[in-house]
């Protein structure tokens, strides 16, 4: 059974720090692209970062560039999000995505699996 549970969500002041962890089970962690996205209340769906597990290449939605930083543990099938300099605007639930490919996507649609999802509140 294919499983992607994401965890490390929580409230933070804004400029506070929070790391994600996606731990993956159920496929071959080496084959894919693990991709965090997140959904504020009555937004759509943004792709925040993705990784091959692959290679380790990256990648960044503008808007949290310098910002955040995704990294992989293959050894441990998890993908972690550390997020830094938090913003009110960050606040959504955010989730992890498996992409059967070796190339980076932030496309939600194009996401095989997904987790359900860990809320992050950034407050003023």
């Known amino acids: 059974e294919v499983q992607l549970v994401e965890s490390g969500g929580g409230l933070v002041q804004a400029g506070g720090s929070l790391r994600l962890s996606c731990a993956a089970s159920g496929f071959t962690f080496d084959d894919y692209a693990i991709g965090w996205f997140r959904q504020a209340p009555g937004k759509e769906r943004e792709g925040v970062s993705c990784i091959s597990s692959t290679d380790g290449r990256t990648y960044y939605a503008d808007s949290v560039k310098g910002r955040f930083t995704i990294s992989s543990d293959n050894a441990k099938n998890t993908v972690y999000l550390q997020m830094n300099s938090l913003k009110p605007e960050d606040t959504a639930v955010y989730y992890c995505?498996?992409?059967?490919?070796?190339?980076?996507?932030?496309?939600?649609?194009?996401?095989?699996?997904w987790g359900q999802g860990t809320q992050v509140t950034v407050s003023l």
């Open positions: 995505a498996g992409l059967n490919s070796w190339y980076l996507s932030l496309l939600g649609d194009e996401y095989d699996y």
